[in-house]
């Protein structure tokens, strides 16, 4: 046999193989051929290469790419990897290496930017890994509260947190035997991320005579990291919003050619190398790439002032590990005993991890690699040189027994002692009223669940609309439209596009309020830190905490007030679909393309589907793929992604009506269901 493909109805790759290495041949060859262009952005975004072919829009991120050294990482924590999984991984790659050109041929975008397919290297998957994850966890939230702190002071960086505009993340959920009328476990959810095309999620199955694996891998990446369902066990994680990055502030003189950094011992010498960036259409791009004892440095340099000269210290880099000896252990896994054992060793990004295997068994962790290190670590840049902030060992991951439910939507809980801001309650309360409506599921119900529209959010700000007095007749209808509102954000629905339409009158208001004109200020930070340093989002995203701060000269009922008016005067009668639409990000987008398609939900909503408040109501992140896994019978599990199994032909986009409508595929198990695949 060696190695065998399929595909289901939707183009979904089904593996057999004869071996376990010769099986990480095939996901290697069948994911260059699904996804060539994806795979090959990937790495160059890895390598921070990127702006050779895409232009001069890539160079921000190539430039932090190498400032903070992704690809040496990555081979570092190649080298680190014990035989068997290195062999495991470098099959993977040949497997790649071996399709590549065909999958390019398939793929228009190579043509059209004139990129040549590339040469995968043993360690390319793990940089692919970092690029994708890197800025996952607390950095850029870290970047945030020191602007504030120094533009407005320590006192004012409360004025953005307290759970209350974190956007990432996902939702998942575990029904013990107990409430479900099979008799065993189920598990669903959905991973909340940009939206991209080709999407982030590949849907695969790997079998083997060791194994045999539904799940979803990320492309360029072997194996099946964060949602499989292997039979007699199945996982599933969320973002933990655990902290596990931190910036130092660095003093940096030059020597000559040399760099030197001041540490709690006084000065040392820095690493220091330059590199190039060649760019498309444009001149080439230096980059002085710098590295202390603390890390990378990703702003700054040895001319600039430390406030705004960062390293970057991540666990990676300081172990030489990314855990990835966890994956194989994953496919191989038979219980939950099997799948927390392999945990273990994982290191980033840090995860909340669900499981349940047929034998009963139920699992609910924390896994990944957090530091231990002085409090204010965790809150904010902190000073390179003193030595109370150097990192001191690790915590231990924690557990919690499940009792029948578990439910894991990035809010403060297991993980709570690992992290300072998690999303609000909101989306988590929502799905345990949700569960808690029968005692006996079955796995085609869940869907309901996944597409729940209902906005508990909303309630804060629609209490305080009884404040404002003087309203126009208008005005006065338009509250008492919005407090008669059921709260669902449909996308038929008026009501939802006009609580949208307030919610970002409030926050142009109160963005411009004179006590927030300093933060409105350039940052001295690299580009692709900007996302973090806006200061629209941040306040669309915590908009009731700043009408109740104490701002001088914030007139709350005034604010609301003048919001009413602008959106009732406005009159605009479209519903929510129509301005809440899907715009997938892609390495090269089309700008003819068509508007995308109408979406319910909002941020948070368990359905979240996220636009930014006062920004944009368009869709930029949400549901990057659905999961209902069946302990009772997997045949009976469902999934399914925002476009499709593959980047380019007939299965590019089918699945999207389907996940715009909320439904699900039924998983197909039955070799003898699926089509057998031979290559031209």
């Known amino acids: 046999m060696s190695e065998r493909r399929y595909r289901d109805a939707y183009g979904i790759p089904h593996l057999r193989a004869d071996d376990h290495v010769s099986l990480a041949f095939a996901q290697g060859r069948v994911t260059a051929l699904d996804r060539a262009w994806q795979i090959e952005v990937e790495r160059h975004r890895s390598q921070g290469t990127s702006a050779s072919f895409l232009g001069a829009e890539a160079v921000a991120w190539d430039y932090f790419a190498r400032r903070a050294r992704l690809d040496d990482t990555a081979r570092r924590c190649h080298a680190a990897l014990d035989p068997a999984t290195a062999q495991w991984m470098g099959r993977y790659v040949d497997g790649v290496n071996a399709t590549l050109a065909v999958g390019a041929a398939r793929a228009p975008e190579f043509s059209a930017t004139g990129l040549r397919p590339g040469r995968w290297q043993p360690w390319t998957p793990l940089g692919v890994w970092l690029s994708h994850h890197v800025l996952f966890a607390g950095f850029g939230t870290k970047l945030w509260r020191d602007h504030v702190a120094r533009r407005l002071g320590p006192q004012a960086t409360g004025l953005f947190a307290a759970d209350s505009h974190v956007t990432s993340g996902s939702n998942g959920w575990l029904l013990s035997a107990e409430r479900t009328a099979a008799g065993a476990a189920l598990i669903a959810g959905d991973p909340h991320r940009f939206i991209e095309a080709p999407g982030i999620y590949q849907q695969i199955r790997l079998a083997c005579p060791e194994y045999d694996v539904l799940g979803f891998a990320v492309p360029g990446v072997p194996g099946i990291p964060h949602f499989g369902h292997a039979g007699g066990v199945a996982w599933a994680i969320t973002n933990a919003m655990a902290d596990y990055q931190d910036g130092y502030a660095e003093r940096l003189r030059r020597q000559g050619d040399r760099v030197e950094a001041y540490g709690p011992e006084g000065w040392r010498p820095a690493h220091r190398h330059v590199e190039t960036i060649e760019v498309t259409g444009a001149d080439a791009v230096e980059v002085e790439v710098i590295e202390t004892e603390r890390g990378p440095l990703v702003s700054g340099g040895p001319d600039d002032d430390p406030a705004v000269t960062l390293s970057l210290r991540y666990p990676p880099r300081v172990l030489g590990e990314l855990g990835f000896g966890v994956l194989p252990a994953l496919l191989r896994a038979r219980t939950v005993g099997d799948v927390d054992a392999a945990l273990d060793g994982w290191v980033e990004p840090v995860n909340v991890v669900l499981a349940a295997d ?131 954000m449909a996308t038929d629905s008026v009501d ?3 609580f949208a339409d307030l919610r970002a009158a409030v926050t142009r208001r109160l963005a411009a309020h004179p006590a927030f004109a300093a933060l409105t200020e350039p940052s001295a930070h690299p580009e692709v830190f900007r996302p973090w340093l806006a200061l629209l989002p941040r306040i669309g995203y915590a908009v009731v905490p700043l009408l109740h701060a104490d701002l001088p000269g914030l007139d709350r009922a005034e604010v609301l007030r003048e919001a009413l008016e602008e959106v009732a005067a406005d009159g605009d009668n479209r519903r929510w679909g129509e301005r809440h639409r899907l715009v997938p990000w892609q390495a090269l987008p089309d700008p003819a393309a068509p508007p995308g398609p109408q979406l319910s939900g909002d941020h948070d909503c368990v359905l979240a589907t996220s636009s930014v408040p006062g920004v944009t109501d368009l869709c930029l992140r949400g549901p990057a793929a659905r999961y209902v896994w069946d302990l009772a019978e997997r045949a009976d599990s469902r999934w399914v992604v925002p476009l499709g199994a593959t980047g380019a032909g007939p299965h590019h986009a089918d699945q999207l009506p389907l996940w715009v409508q909320g439904d699900l595929i039924q998983a197909t198990c039955d070799w003898d269901r699926l089509t057998e695949e031979h290559d031209d």
């Open 496 to 498: 939802a596009a006009s």
């Open 358 to 488: 047929t034998a009963g068994g139920l699992l609910h962790r924390v896994a990944g690699r957090v530091p231990r290190r002085h409090p204010d670590n965790a809150l904010r840049m902190v000073p390179g040189w003193a030595a109370d902030h150097t990192w001191q060992g690790w915590h231990p991951m924690p557990k919690t027994p499940v009792d029948q439910v578990a439910v894991m939507a990035n809010d403060r809980g297991i993980a709570a002692a690992l992290g300072v801001e998690f999303a609000p309650p909101y989306r988590a309360d929502r799905i345990r009223e949700l569960l808690d409506t029968a005692g006996d599921w079955r796995s085609e119900q869940l869907a309901a669940v996944h597409a729940d529209t209902y906005l508990a959010a909303a309630a804060p700000l629609l209490e305080l609309l009884a404040a404002p007095d003087g309203l126009g007749p208008a005005a006065v209808g338009l509250r008492e439209r919005l407090l008669a509102w059921d709260r669902r």
